[in-house]
């Protein structure tokens, strides 16, 4: 089965950088699409990133010129570049991805477990 692994989140102090990883394994003949989501206490969970095969990116106006998305397609992973982060971007990050089966090409979507970013002096 297919499985997203989560990394990179953790404590770091406003104006600070995190890179989150999110690599996808397992019986996978393609990915469509990866990206990254947020959800802080109390709010909606929110589009942060996306990046679709073939290289076209999304990205959420909060986030627009602090954050860069990228994938290696050949290790089925993307990465999150944070820059300039404040406390309003304290949420937990979840992982996207949207491909297809090795054995049968049928198209799957799954969520990783998510992981805790916290940006705090």
């Known amino acids: 089965q297919v499985q997203l692994v989560e990394s990179g989140g953790g404590l770091v102090q406003p104006g600070g950088s995190l890179r989150l990883s999110c690599a996808a394994s397992g019986s996978i003949s393609s990915i469509n699409a990866m990206g990254w989501y947020r959800q802080a206490p109390g709010k909606q969970r929110e589009l942060v990133a996306r990046f679709t095969r073939g290289g076209s990116t999304s990205y959420a106006e909060s986030v627009k010129g602090r954050f860069t998305i990228n994938m290696d397609n050949a290790k089925n992973t993307v990465y999150l570049q944070m820059n300039s982060l404040k406390p309003e971007d304290t949420a937990v990050y979840y992982c996207?991805?949207?491909?297809?089966?090795?054995?049968?090409?049928?198209?799957?979507?799954?969520w990783g477990q998510g992981t805790q970013v916290t940006v705090s002096s």
């Open positions: 996207n991805a949207d491909g297809a089966y090795t054995n049968n090409y049928r198209r799957w979507n799954l």
